[in-house]
């Protein structure tokens, strides 16, 4: 049975929210955090673990140095400090997929801590909203397997068996923690969106990982808390785990607004849990109630020396570093002529990414963005998938592009190849030779088609002898309907107008 909602103006005119995001980031290292294991995604269950990230008695960490610069280089990007000296704890709990029953993780000592992010959320009228998140602490850990829970539910809860596979037990990653973002209103699930959004963006820049959220190397824990209007202190709060695109953050956190606020309105009392969402249903339910630190019986990691990055490195680290993703968005706009209106669209669709490699590709800049802004995400839209996950890949689309610059698709053929694309079909080239999508250029074809059309239309062709030249669009589309849009327009009204003097 699912909750009871208020409306979501409702809640807002009752309650203050304050939202916290904790995203969890694997990072791109060869191998894993403490062991030599690799890190290739997909490889075969459990062929990828050895007897430290299996939890075995007798096998000893030893802590990985490109994972620590990675954090390094994030926590300065987020305008973090970075820690003279830290070190690793254990983090005890009992779960199927950590074997050695608890995880090497960082407590109160953090390799980063207190910085914060600037959040540019969109509005209406083509303005921009800017929030600064604060950031809490990013801090080292290690990943936990993956289960799989075989039964009618796909959850642990009425499953009737589990399958792990300890592949990705050990792959480092850094979680992002924020301190409590208040003062958003009604703006709250846009602006969890928009930092999760600018976070994968600068991580990506960073190089230090893939942020593919549908595979799982960026989630997210969208923590949520309602308190009575105007009082100034925080709710009881809930934290819906392992959300794994953007439009599920800000749904999730929408879906949360309302139901604590008919929970509190109602006076019910918010239990502090973590919740299940649901992409399906769009809904969150209840999952186990909320550890709080003490729970986990934090201890010093005994086997692990601490961690001392020193200062010339911290510091050779910073210049290194990439431009601000501000600076960066200023700079793409001059370079590809965008309007303020059309830079916020792109990045608002998540597609700036997108059309920053289709241009490296071979592409305009207003042929990338038109095809990313407007057929595929179209396509986004009605699949309810982000556009990074929809299966086109930026060089295929440029190659799209480059087919129709050349004479060979137009754009109603062009659209044919990206359904081909985004089916698994192969390449565009490939597309077009399987589904016969090439233009027709024989002038013989075109001719006759032309004549067919010009013999079945008497009043039309009569028209543009007269001089009324704009009614050649009717010959045009009988000639494109003819030959399954598939002849050069332009190519057509030329011979219709030559045929009719």
Same mark, same amino acid.
């Given at each position: 049975?699912?909750?009871?909602? @208020?409306?979501?103006?409702?809640?807002?005119?009752?309650?203050?929210?304050?939202?916290?995001?904790?995203?969890?980031?694997?990072?791109?290292?060869?191998?894993?955090?403490?062991?030599?294991?690799?890190?290739?995604?997909?490889?075969?269950?459990?062929?990828?673990?050895?007897?430290?990230?299996?939890?075995?008695?007798?096998?000893?960490?030893?802590?990985?140095?490109?994972?620590?610069?990675?954090?390094?280089?994030?926590?300065?990007?987020?305008?973090?400090?970075?820690?003279? &000296?830290?070190?690793?704890?254990?983090?005890?709990?009992?779960?199927?997929?950590?074997?050695?029953?608890?995880?090497?993780?960082?407590?109160?000592?953090?390799?980063?801590?207190?910085? &914060?992010?600037?959040?540019?959320?969109?509005?209406?009228?083509?303005?921009?909203?800017?929030?600064?998140?604060?950031?809490?602490?990013?801090?080292?850990?290690?990943?936990?397997?993956?289960?799989?829970?075989?039964?009618?539910?796909?959850?642990?809860?009425?499953?009737?068996?589990?399958?792990?596979?300890?592949?990705?037990?050990?792959?480092?990653?850094?979680?992002?923690?924020?301190?409590?973002?208040?003062?958003?209103?009604?703006?709250?699930?846009?602006?969890?969106?928009?930092?999760?959004?600018?976070?994968?963006?600068?991580?990506?820049?960073?190089?230090?990982?893939?942020?593919? @959220?549908?595979?799982?190397?960026?989630?997210?824990?969208?923590?949520?808390?309602?308190?009575?209007?105007?009082?100034?202190?925080?709710?009881?709060?809930?934290?819906?785990?392992?959300?794994?695109?953007?439009?599920?953050?800000?749904?999730?956190?929408?879906?949360?607004?309302?139901?604590?606020?008919?929970?509190?309105?109602?006076?019910?009392?918010?239990?502090?849990?973590?919740?299940?969402?649901?992409?399906?249903?769009?809904?969150?339910?209840?999952?186990?109630?909320?550890?709080?630190?003490?729970?986990?019986?934090?201890?010093?990691?005994?086997?692990?020396?601490?961690?001392?990055?020193?200062?010339?490195?911290?510091?050779?680290?910073?210049?290194?570093?990439?431009?601000?993703?501000?600076?960066?968005?200023?700079?793409?706009?001059?370079? &590809?002529?965008?309007?303020?209106?059309?830079?916020?669209?792109?990045?608002?669709?998540?597609?700036?990414?997108?059309?920053?490699?289709?241009?490296?590709?071979?592409?305009?800049?207003?042929?990338?963005?038109?095809? &990313?802004?407007?057929?595929?995400?179209?396509?986004?839209?009605?699949?309810?998938?982000?556009?990074?996950?929809?299966?086109?890949?930026?060089?295929?689309?440029?190659?799209?592009?480059?087919?129709?610059?050349?004479?060979?698709?137009?754009?109603?053929?062009?659209?044919?190849?990206?359904?081909?694309?985004?089916?698994?079909?192969?390449?565009?080239?490939?597309?077009?030779?399987?589904?016969?999508?090439?233009?027709?250029?024989?002038?013989?074809?075109?001719?006759?088609?032309?004549?067919?059309?010009?013999?079945?239309?008497?009043?039309?062709?009569?028209?543009?002898?007269?001089?009324?030249?704009?009614?050649?669009?009717?010959?045009?589309?009988?000639?494109?309907?003819?030959?399954?849009?598939?002849?050069?327009?332009?190519?057509?009204?030329?011979?219709?107008?030559?045929?009719?003097?």
């Amino acid at each position: 049975m699912s909750d009871s909602l @208020m409306s979501y103006d409702q809640a807002l005119a009752a309650f203050d929210p304050a939202l916290g995001l904790e995203v969890h980031v694997e990072l791109n290292t060869v191998t894993k955090m403490f062991c030599g294991c690799p890190t290739t995604f997909g490889a075969a269950p459990n062929t990828q673990t050895c007897p430290t990230c299996l939890g075995l008695p007798g096998s000893m960490p030893v802590v990985n140095a490109a994972a620590v610069e990675s954090a390094i280089r994030i926590g300065l990007a987020l305008n973090c400090s970075i820690a003279e &000296w830290c070190r690793f704890a254990r983090k005890n709990y009992f779960y199927p997929d950590m074997p050695k029953n608890f995880q090497t993780s960082q407590y109160d000592e953090p390799i980063a801590y207190d910085g &914060w992010l600037e959040v540019a959320v969109p509005v209406e009228g083509g303005d921009v909203e800017t929030y600064r998140v604060e950031i809490e602490r990013a801090h080292m850990e290690e990943d936990t397997g993956k289960s799989t829970h075989i039964g009618r539910t796909g959850r642990i809860h009425g499953a009737d068996y589990s399958l792990v596979d300890y592949n990705r037990a050990g792959i480092p990653l850094i979680e992002i923690v924020t301190k409590p973002v208040l003062g958003t209103g009604e703006r709250a699930p846009d602006v969890a969106r928009a930092y999760v959004g600018q976070l994968r963006e600068l991580l990506l820049g960073l190089g230090v990982s893939d942020v593919r @959220m549908e595979q799982g190397s960026l989630r997210c824990d969208v923590n949520l808390s309602l308190a009575p209007k105007g009082s100034g202190t925080l709710g009881t709060r809930t934290e819906t785990k392992n959300v794994n695109s953007l439009r599920s953050v800000e749904r999730a956190a929408r879906y949360e607004v309302q139901r604590h606020a008919a929970v509190l309105a109602q006076g019910g009392r918010i239990l502090q849990e973590t919740r299940h969402w649901h992409e399906d249903t769009g809904i969150t339910t209840s999952g186990r109630e909320k550890s709080d630190a003490e729970d986990y019986r934090y201890f010093p990691e005994p086997d692990l020396v601490p961690v001392a990055p020193g200062r010339e490195w911290v510091e050779r680290l910073r210049t290194e570093l990439p431009e601000p993703p501000q600076e960066r968005r200023a700079r793409l706009q001059e370079a &590809w002529g965008f309007t303020d209106l059309e830079m916020r669209d792109t990045v608002g669709a998540g597609a700036l990414v997108l059309v920053e490699q289709t241009i490296a590709a071979g592409a305009t800049a207003q042929a990338a963005r038109k095809w &990313w802004l407007g057929e595929l995400a179209r396509r986004a839209n009605e699949s309810e998938t982000e556009l990074s996950e929809l299966g086109a890949a930026p060089a295929d689309v440029a190659r799209v592009q480059a087919l129709v610059d050349e004479g060979t698709l137009n754009d109603r053929l062009a659209r044919q190849v990206l359904d081909g694309l985004l089916a698994g079909e192969g390449t565009p080239d490939e597309i077009v030779a399987a589904r016969g999508l090439a233009i027709v250029s024989d002038e013989g074809a075109l001719g006759a088609a032309v004549d067919n059309a010009i013999a079945a239309n008497p009043g039309v062709a009569e028209k543009i002898r007269e001089g009324k030249v704009a009614a050649a669009g009717a010959l045009i589309g009988a000639v494109m309907k003819e030959m399954r849009g598939q002849a050069d327009a332009n190519r057509v009204r030329e011979l219709i107008l030559d045929r009719l003097g």
